[in-house]
C-alpha cells in the first residue's frame, strides 16, 4: 500500500528552523520526484519546494528560497525539509507529494498525497 507520511511540524517562533520529514513506503521511492507543498487557512495549496528522482536537482517558490532546503535520502525513502528563519507567514499544513514527472510545483502532475502536517510560527 502506497503512503507518504509528514511528521517534524509543530510551534515555532519567528525566526526559528524546523525539519520536516516525508517517509514514503509501497512505492519504488528512488523513481518519483517528491515536492512539499502547504496550505494556509483561506487560500489555496501552494508548492514550496520539489527534488527530482534523478540529479536530486532541487527547486524553490521565491517565498522561501534561501531559507528552506530540501533533501532526499534513497536509502531510507525520505524526504526532508529544512526550515531556517520562519516567518509568520509561513505558518500552514504542509504536504509532502509524489509524481513521476520533471521537479515542478503544479499540484495536478503529483499522484500520491500525505495527510499533512501542521506548522504555526508565531511567538
Known amino acids: 500500500q502506497l503512503q507518504l507520511v509528514e511528521s517534524g511540524g509543530g510551534l515555532v517562533q519567528p525566526g526559528g528552523s524546523l525539519r520536516l520529514s516525508c517517509a514514503a513506503s509501497?512505492?519504488?521511492?528512488?523513481?518519483?520526484?517528491i515536492a512539499w507543498f502547504r496550505q494556509a487557512p483561506g487560500k489555496e495549496r501552494e508548492g514550496v519546494s520539489c527534488i527530482g528522482n534523478s540529479d536530486g536537482s532541487a527547486y524553490y517558490a521565491d517565498s522561501v528560497k534561501g531559507r528552506f532546503t530540501i533533501s532526499r535520502d534513497n536509502a531510507k525513502n525520505t524526504v526532508y525539509l529544512q526550515m531556517n528563519s520562519l516567518k509568520p507567514e509561513d505558518t500552514a499544513v504542509y504536504y509532502c507529494a509524489a509524481g513521476t514527472t520533471i521537479p515542478t510545483m503544479q499540484r495536478g502532475r503529483y499522484d500520491y498525497w500525505g495527510q499533512g502536517t501542521q506548522v504555526t510560527v508565531s511567538s
Open positions: 509501497g512505492f519504488t521511492f528512488a523513481y518519483y520526484t
